[in-house]
């Protein structure tokens, strides 16, 4: 596959979008997503990008989220900051799952404490047609300040990420979050045609979006299925897993690993792995041991500390984070495991606690 698309922005910095990813390659992160041999457990927090930070806070002011989205030097910045820190070995980049959506012109904001809400929701054939595809032009801020973070990153990967079909069909269809998700699955069960067509159009979006991320220079991506627990095993391999897939072969060229994470997803591991990802990503309901055995053989496991848990004593949270880490050993031996939340980092949460949780991990699994 090309590595070079007229939407990168190699021109501007003198170097194949390759090169400058190939500086990463042998991070503790890429190495363990690929089963080698590291120096240490790898450790990156979902959301430790935003509103536990108070320098995010700060830079935040005024600035409307997805409006912060389409600003590279503050994307830039927010993106940074976790890593200068914590220092995690990763850094995700600073976006939305709702962003490409508004880049097709979906009339989409994100309202504080609440989440993605969209102005006019998606139940009918007619309005399906709203939906265009993401083309690579439609976001340059996206290449530029993917650009501009893997050159100031250096030897840090950078995870790329985006929202898969069913957790972007359920924003669309109910037009905001919601608990259960009557209106998405009255169209799934109900006039399933109808949704395949809705979750192959947003399979089409999700891999230009982790495309443009590539081919920019991202080192990894990471699909989000955050509410695809909310369904049966069977179902979701019938109207959810050919989407997803789909996606997954899309981006399978590059070379760049694969992570696929959902909540409540204990039931759906072995079919998220089946879905084409090199890493299953788990939450804190299923110790990693057992996940490995419903993920299967040759896959990568991330996770899985309960993010709660980071409220409690330092000692609590350690000794947490070892079982963690114990179970992982189990799982998949020493190396093919990288450390996270079972789900992102809370607003609350003290940003020391993080500091000190990346620092235990490295140290007690240096090897
Ligand atoms: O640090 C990071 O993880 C990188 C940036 C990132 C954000 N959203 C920034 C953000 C990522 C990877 C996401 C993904 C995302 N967005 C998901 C999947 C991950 C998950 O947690 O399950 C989902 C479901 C969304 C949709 C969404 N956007 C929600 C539910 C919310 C929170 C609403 C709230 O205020 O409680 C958002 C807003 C959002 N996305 C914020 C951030 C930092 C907070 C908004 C703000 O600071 O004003």
Redesign the pocket.
Known sequence: MSETSAATPAAQTGQQPLARRGAAHDSAFLRAARGEPVPHTPVW???????SLPE??KV?EGI??LD??MRPDLVKE??LQ?VRRHKVDAA???????VPLKAVGIDVE???????VIADPIRTAADLRRLRPLEPDDMPYITEAVGLLVDELGGTPLIG?A?APF?LAS?LVEGG?SKSYENTKAMMYGAPELWAELVDRLAGITAAFLKIQIEAGASAI?L?D??AGALAPEDYRRSVLPASTKVFDAVAGYGVPRIH???NTGELLGLMGEAGADIVGVDWRVPLDVAAERVGPGKGLQGNLDPAVLYAPTAVVEAKAREVLDAAAKAVGDSHHIFNLG???M?SMDPDALSRLVAFVHEVSAR
């Open positions: 927090f979902m959301r430790q990008a935003g509103r995010y806070l935040r409307p989220m912060s989205c927010i993106t976790p995700i980049f600073f976006s939305d799952i709702v994100i309202k504080g404490g609440v989440g993605p990420f929202g957790t924003y979050p990471q989000f955050s509410w994470f959902g909540v789900h992102g980092v607003p």
